[in-house]
C-alpha cells in the first residue's frame, strides 16, 4: 500500500501533513516537518509584519484534544517567503504550502500581490478562520467578506490557492459557502479549522485554563471529528470536482485519517496530536493507515477516497 496523493498537479509521496499553526513557526520547525514522514508541511499563517500574538497561556492540552487562542503569532510573511524560497530550491520535489491570514482584506491582497510576484511555485493557503484575534471576527463566517475577498484575490491572482475554512454546523451555509466557493479557479478548500471559542475550566483554581479572551479558544483534537468529518463529506458533496478537499480535524491515529479520506480527503493534516507527541506522529500514522488499507483490501488512497457509503 502506499500513501502517494495529489492536488491539481503537485504529488505529494505521503497523505499526512502539519495544520498550519502547529510546530511550524520557524525555519528550525519547518526543517524537522520536512525530514519527518509527512509528505509536505505548511508553514504558520503570516500577517505582512511579525506579531507576537495573545498573552501566555494560550495553548492547552485537553483530556480529548486541545484549547488555543495564540493569536497569530508568526515571523511575517517575508520570512515565509524566504523560507519557501531557499525549500523550493533545495526540495523541488516536494511541493510545499504557504499561509497567509490577513487582519483585513486590504492586507491579504497586499500579501497576495507579495506572492504572486515572486517565485514561489508551491500553494497558497488563504485561512478564513482565524478565531483568536480579539475584535477580529472571521471572515469564513461573513459569506458576503469571503465573497468580496475571493472576488478581489481571483482578479489577478494565478498561483495554485485554496481556502483554510471555519467548521459550519448548518446545512443552508454548507449549501451557500459552496456555491461561493465554485466561483473561484480554487485548487483546494482545507476543512476544519479548530472549533472556535470554546471555553475549559482548571479544577483546582475554578480559572479558565487559558489567559486571551477570558480563556476563549478553538478547541482542536478528538473533540473536532466528527464535526470534520461532516464538513469535509459536506463540501465533497458540494464543490466542482475540480476543487480537493484537505481534512483537518481530530486525527489521533490512522483510522481517523482513513476516515477523513472516505469522506473525500485528498490531503490529511494534523494538529493537537501533532503539537503534543512530535513529528514522530507521523511515522506511527503512515504504519496505522497502511494497516487500516491492508485490511480493507485498498492499495492507494484513491481506491477508497469519498467512497463513504450511507445507509438506503
Ligand atoms: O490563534 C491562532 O493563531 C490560530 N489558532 C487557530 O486555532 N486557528 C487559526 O487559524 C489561528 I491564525
Do not use: W
Request: overall charge negative; hydrophobic content about 40%.
Amino acid at each position: 500500500t502506499d500513501l502517494h496523493t495529489s492536488i491539481d498537479k503537485f504529488q505529494f509521496n505521503n497523505v499526512f501533513m502539519n495544520a498550519s499553526g502547529v510546530r511550524c513557526y520557524t525555519k528550525d520547525e519547518l526543517d524537522e516537518l520536512a525530514q519527518s514522514d509527512a509528505g509536505t508541511l505548511v508553514t504558520k499563517s503570516a500577517t505582512q509584519t511579525k506579531r507576537l500574538g495573545n498573552p501566555s497561556p494560550r495553548y492547552a492540552p485537553l483530556e480529548l484534544g486541545s484549547i488555543n487562542s495564540m493569536g497569530l503569532p508568526n515571523e511575517g510573511l517575508e520570512y515565509y517567503l524566504d523560507y519557501a524560497l531557499d525549500f523550493q530550491k533545495a526540495h523541488p520535489e516536494k511541493p510545499i504550502f504557504l499561509s497567509v491570514a490577513g487582519l483585513s482584506m486590504e492586507e491579504n491582497l497586499a500579501m497576495a500581490h507579495t506572492i504572486e510576484n515572486s517565485d514561489f511555485n508551491g500553494l497558497v493557503e488563504f485561512n478564513l478562520s482565524c478565531p483568536n484575534v480579539p475584535g477580529k471576527p472571521q471572515t469564513g463566517y461573513d459569506f458576503d467578506r469571503t465573497q468580496e475577498v475571493l472576488t478581489n484575490l481571483f482578479d489577478f491572482f494565478t498561483k495554485p490557492a485554496g481556502v483554510k475554512l471555519p467548521p459550519y454546523f448548518d446545512l443552508a451555509q454548507f449549501d451557500q459557502m459552496a456555491t461561493i466557493l465554485n466561483q473561484f479557479p480554487l485548487k483546494f478548500v482545507n476543512s476544519i479549522n479548530s472549533l472556535g471559542n470554546g471555553l475549559m475550566i482548571d479544577p483546582e483554581t475554578d480559572t479558565a485554563l487559558i489567559k486571551p479572551k477570558g480563556g476563549f479558544g478553538g478547541i482542536g483534537g478528538a473533540y473536532a471529528k466528527p464535526i470534520a468529518l461532516a464538513n469535509v463529506r459536506a463540501f465533497a458533496q458540494r464543490l466542482d470536482p475540480k476543487i480537493q478537499l484537505i481534512g483537518t480535524g481530530g486525527v489521533t491515529n490512522g483510522r481517523d485519517a482513513y476516515d477523513l479520506i472516505l469522506a473525500g480527503a485528498s490531503l490529511v493534516q494534523v494538529g493537537t496530536l501533532l503539537q503534543e507527541e512530535g513529528t514522530v506522529a507521523f511515522t506511527r500514522l503512515t504504519r496505522e493507515l497502511r494497516a487500516v488499507m491492508q485490511t480493507k483490501g485498498y492499495n492507494a488512497i484513491s481506491d477508497f477516497r469519498g467512497q463513504l457509503k450511507v445507509l438506503s
